[in-house]
């Protein structure tokens, strides 16, 4: 494939040789061993054999991919990267027991617990090939701004973040789940997501960073607070989230409070459309598909997450065929402990499985989820999520050749089905966030023993709650 541009001076170039490649592309292209150039934050070239002469250019920083597969960067659609301080709580509940059993814990937040889950998270993220990730953040313990908390530690870490202005206002004195020493008022919430949209969204193509709106779910958030937060998001051009369909005990919940099943509650508040994506959507019937696949909402399917809480088997099939985009998510690693994104790949294509059969996903669909699908949730399907020329430099490098890949004849089988691997390189926008299997930009010591001690804070507000 010939560059999009002729070499330049001045933009510093990296070069990729002799790796398999899986483009993710719309034709899935892959290349049993190709090379990649990145010119700045952008692939000029890429394809089969060998590099070719004229590409060659003095002083390019060179990556041997021997023995590597190249993909693009993983992309996590739904996360809650404070929970991993509260990480292994409430180990046997349901949704709806392991929630009231932590609010109170999370009403301890603050900014200092926040970070240091955030950047530990992040880390993890990032080893694991993940170079997008969006935070669903919804606890703001008596108003405190905590999304600056999360921002410092994507920007430590090194790779895209999508932060969200979560929101809960439907306390358990008006009929909701959380406790009110969790929730905010609806003015106060709208005043910081717009503040939040005002401080760091940046759109552009090149964006690190962009803001969408996160009100929790229908349980702890009132019909109003969903309305006006999707008005505000759309005066603003900013993308909306929230948790919808994840339980059958938030079905009931809806039948009860609202008389409607949630989507059906949600799509009357102004939620269907192209700039809405949900987390999880395991229980859905057939016309919430079809009406997901008309509207264009994307989902973030969390299969480890719903493992763990019991929660059931999302219909991706069922989905991916009404057209829609579905992402991956990890999920707060207060249910998903290990909290890596190569593993809900792989988790992706065991659910559906167990679900559907043998033909529920084969595993270039499982990696399509865990990367464009991704990045059609978010938005930034124009820049990112597959590997093409002119696209964001966003890859990550598996080391297939190692014992748990060793000999398995198709490189992406061998990262969808082998064990749960970490990236041996990581770029975002063209540079190394992950070299040799070891992060670049932060030091993994210091981020595990603040872990430890912001841990031992929230266990602590746990003895006391
Ligand atoms: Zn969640």
């Not at 707060?332 to 065991?350: D, F, K, R």
Request: proline residues 5%; contains cysteine; negative net charge.
């Amino acid at each position: 494939m010939d560059p999009v541009t002729p070499p330049s001076e001045a933009a510093p170039r990296t070069i990729i040789t002799g790796c398999a490649i899986a483009t993710v592309d719309p034709a899935g292209t892959e290349h049993a061993s190709g090379h990649l150039v990145i010119e700045g934050s952008r692939i000029v070239a890429l394809g089969a054999g060998s590099l070719p002469a004229d590409l060659v250019t003095d002083g390019a920083t060179i990556i041997d991919g021997t023995g590597l597969l190249a993909t693009p960067g993983l992309v996590n659609s739904h996360h809650h990267l404070y929970q991993w301080a509260t990480r292994g709580f409430v180990a046997d509940g349901t949704l709806f027991e392991w929630l009231t059993g932590l609010y109170p814990v999370w009403a301890q937040l603050d900014p200092d617990i926040t970070h240091h889950a955030a950047k530990a998270g992040l880390s993890a993220l990032a080893l694991s090939g993940c170079t997008l990730s969006m935070d669903h953040h919804y606890v703001f313990p008596n108003g405190t701004e905590l999304l600056e908390s999360t921002v410092t530690a994507a920007q430590a870490v090194g790779i895209r973040f999508h932060p969200t202005r979560g929101s809960m206002n439907l306390g358990k004195s008006q009929g909701g789940l959380p406790p009110d020493s969790v929730t905010e008022t609806h003015d106060a919430i709208l005043q910081a997501s717009a503040d939040a949209i005002d401080r760091w969204h940046d759109p552009s193509p090149e964006s690190v960073l962009q803001v969408a709106l996160a009100p929790c779910s229908p349980f702890s958030v009132t019909a109003e607070l969903m309305a006006e937060s999707a008005e505000l998001a759309r005066k603003r051009g900013v993308r909306l989230h929230t948790h919808l369909c994840e339980t059958l005990d938030e079905e009931a919940y809806c039948l009860e409070h609202f008389g409607a099943r949630p989507a059906d509650y949600v799509g009357d508040l102004g939620w269907m459309g192209d700039d809405v994506w949900f987390a999880h959507c395991v229980h859905l019937s057939d016309e919430d598909v079809d009406l997901f696949g008309r509207t264009g909402v994307g989902v973030a399917h969390c299969p480890t997450s719903n493992a763990r809480l019991g929660s059931g088997i999302a219909r991706t099939r069922d989905l991916r065929n009404a057209g829609v985009a579905v992402g991956l998510g990890v999920d707060g690693a207060a249910s998903n402990e290990a909290g890596t994104l190569q593993l809900e790949v792989h988790a992706s294509l065991m659910a559906s499985r167990f679900r559907e059969g043998p033909d529920g996903m084969t595993v270039r669909q499982a990696l399509a989820h865990g990367t464009i699908h991704g990045a059609r949730c978010l938005g930034r399907e124009a820049d990112l999520g597959s590997l093409e020329v002119g696209k964001l430099a966003d890859i990550a490098l598996w080391k297939v050749d190692d014992l748990g890949g060793a000999g398995i004849i198709d490189p992406v089988a061998a990262l969808v089905l082998g064990p749960p691997r970490g990236a041996e390189h990581v770029l975002v926008g063209g540079k190394l966030v992950v070299e040799g299997g070891e992060l670049r930009t932060t030091d993994l010591e210091t981020v595990t023993s603040e872990l430890v001690r912001v841990s031992a804070r929230q266990a602590a507000a746990m003895g006391a709650a």
